[in-house]
């Protein structure tokens, strides 16, 4: 009956070595007000220094989302108090925002949705309040920590559709590696802004607002809740507050105040940092270092034909995705690549607590790995062995093959030779084939020929010549 329409306001620190507008060193600690500077305080007589490496940053991921680009870099002044904020006024921007009129295409449910983007600006984070009973208390470690805030227009329309925003932005941050994005430290925080309407409405329903929410499961119980929330209201005929909640451990919103006008930060531009020019050499250079993003590869991997899960798996890290092209790169097969990233290296990586950088096999070891099975010289368990003991005593694989002499066996008279001395010692198990027709005898002599060859027989050529062996002793018998 009634549609929803979500607006997000996502904020996102930088992972840079010093904070936004000071020397103060930028990194998560637990330590109370230790990364701190004069300018993070709001002392008499500052002056604060743009961070290059924030705005390059900055300009990076606005170019990643489609946004234009202005020919300045503009600080403004945001003024308002509030005791998270000493100076009285925050370093933001609002005349010339780092990126404008963007967009992110992102996948719900089988179909591509593209989320548009008003702007991206780069602006400083505010300190921290850990409230008390009777107290509260002031931690100005994130004072001045470079933070990009994202907004989007109001067109996304579930749950669903936020949320899948909100993890494919984050693998943008963790793509260009802007940021680590992690939640759970704050990182990456947003704003919520949801509305009802009728689908013959013309003009947006009333806005409620949810602030500074860190879990995305808290986003999707917020806005479900809201959802319930408004509906429950405008079908009795009552009106929607305008108005700031908090979504609760319980997974509903409470009123925290109303919000009837917009509040007049009197912006102006900051006197203190000299406009500078983004220049057409720091565009281009930074177009460079744009990779191809998650959406793009997984529609590149599915239309290879890589499974949609598979796809998933590989598009969804950075790392990952270029380790598994540069094996490509070698002409290895693909649905052999696929097995080895998606089972044997995943599970290494987490197994050892690594990342793949850190991985002593490297794509080229891999693809002879994948080449050893694709031209049937070891079967894929024995090769998936050889790479797990690779890893472990960090020799190349294809050492170990010279060295054990591990090649698979696909001469027929040799396995032929093998699988009679093993049928010849197991006469009980040819009886129950030749007299009983007990066809799990071939499993059994599967296993041997695999275990005395030391996996190193031709699997499928092995059950061939193991057929072929029990049916002409049936034959003899007979």
Do not use: W
Not at 27 to 40: G, I, P, R, S, W
Not at 123 to 135: F, G, I, M, Q, V
Not at 386 to 394: D, F, G, M, N
């Amino acid at each position: 009956m009634f549609k929803p329409v979500i607006g997000l306001e996502v904020h996102c620190e930088l992972d840079t070595k010093t904070k936004n507008f000071s020397a103060a060193p930028n990194f998560f600690t637990e330590e109370h007000n230790t990364n701190v500077a004069t300018v993070d305080l709001g002392l008499p007589g500052i002056l604060p220094v743009a961070n290059k490496e924030a705005v390059r940053r900055s300009i990076l991921t606005s170019m990643a989302l489609n946004c234009e680009i202005p020919d300045e870099v503009i600080f403004d002044r945001k003024n308002y108090y509030y005791a998270d904020l000493p100076k009285g006024y925050q370093i933001t921007q609002n005349t010339k925002p780092m990126g404008t009129n963007g967009y992110l295409d992102i996948l719900v449910d089988g179909e591509i949705k593209r989320v548009d983007i008003h702007d991206l600006h780069l602006e400083e984070d505010t300190a921290s309040l850990e409230h008390y009973p009777k107290y509260s208390l002031i931690d100005y470690n994130r004072s001045g920590v470079p933070l990009m805030e994202i907004v989007t227009e109001p067109c996304l329309h579930s749950a669903d559709e936020a949320v899948t925003f909100l993890e494919d932005l984050r693998d943008v941050f963790l793509y260009l590696g802007v940021s680590e994005a992690k939640s759970n430290y704050g990182q990456m925080r947003c704003d919520v802004n949801i509305s009802l309407m009728k689908d013959t409405d013309k003009e947006l329903g009333t806005k409620v607002e949810m602030k500074n929410i860190n879990a995305f499961s808290d986003v999707r119980a917020a806005i479900e809740y809201e959802i319930k929330r408004q509906s429950e209201l405008l079908s009795k005929g009552e009106s929607v507050i305008q108005e700031t909640r908090r979504i609760a451990s319980d997974g509903k919103t409470y009123s925290m105040r109303e919000k009837v006008d917009a509040i007049d930060y009197k912006y102006f531009i900051e006197p203190n940092i000299p406009s500078t020019p983004i220049t057409k050499e720091l565009k281009d250079e930074l177009k460079t270092e744009l990779p191809e993003l998650k959406l793009e590869r997984y529609l590149k991997y599915i239309d290879k034909g890589v499974g949609k899960e598979d796809a998933e798996t590989i598009s969804k890290n950075r790392k990952l995705a270029d380790y598994f092209e540069e094996v490509l790169s070698y002409g290895s097969d693909l649905a052999l690549t696929v097995n080895f990233v998606t089972t044997s290296i995943l599970s290494t990586l987490n197994k050892l607590e690594i990342e793949i950088s850190d991985l002593f096999i490297t794509p080229k070891m891999l693809s002879e790995v994948v080449k050893l099975v694709s031209e049937d010289k070891m079967s894929l368990d024995a090769a998936k062995k050889l790479l797990y003991e690779a890893i472990e005593v960090k020799t190349d694989p294809m050492e170990l093959v010279k060295k054990k002499g591990l090649s698979q066996i696909n001469d027929r008279d040799t396995l032929l030779k093998l699988i009679t001395s093993i049928m010849d010692e197991n006469p009980e198990v040819v009886r129950q084939y030749v007299e009983d027709g007990n066809k799990s005898a071939i499993n059994y002599f599967i296993g041997q020929t695999m275990k005395q060859s030391n996996r190193q027989a031709n699997p499928n050529l092995s059950k061939e010549i193991i057929i072929e062996e029990l049916e002409r002793r049936c034959d003899k018998d007979g």
